[in-house]
């Protein structure tokens, strides 16, 4: 499972990335579902996470996000010049999106639960947890980890 986790770009608890989900992603993801939160998001919160939240890879070091220039140097190549259109690359799934998550470190979340959640949680562990998760059930999800 953690190997899964790890080539989905996943290395952590509460880690997040953007993904293109196509028939064989829903398949992995599902075989996941007790571990991963998944589920369409709106512009507002990817431009919230990448403009707020967003690291990029640089010579194997985690480095934040600072402007324009870190996104024009890395991928003015493919036409990627500002934040702005990452932002329009993830939200409409362009056909450069697999470049703009090699660029991007996962993003690191709060958790998800309040200690209250947590002990219900606990309480009633039988129940599965995760998976796919509707539109506004997992914008309401991701609101609360920002």
Known sequence: ?????????????WDATF???DEDMALE?????????????????????????AYVKQEGQRVALSG?????????RVGLLCVDDLVE???SLGP????????LAPFRLSALNTSFETKVLRKHDREEHG????????????????
């Not at 993801?29 to 939240?53: D, K």
């Not at 324009?68 to 003015?76: T, W």
């Not at 450069?96 to 660029?103: A, E, M, N, P, W």
């Open 96 to 103: 450069r999106l697999g470049d703009v998550q090699r660029f």
């Open 131 to 146: 998976g796919f998760m509707g539109d506004d059930t997992m914008t309401n999800a991701l609101d609360r980890m920002l």
């Open 68 to 76: 324009n220039l870190m996104v024009e140097r890395a991928l003015g």
């Open 29 to 53: 993801l599902s075989s996941l579902r007790q571990y991963v939160l998944y589920g369409w998001i709106t512009r507002r919160q990817v431009a919230e996470l990448l403009h707020r939240q």
């Open 1 to 13: 499972i953690k190997a899964k986790l790890r080539g989905l770009g996943l290395p952590a608890k």
């Open 89 to 91: 690359e993830v939200f």
């Open 19 to 21: 993904v293109r989900l």
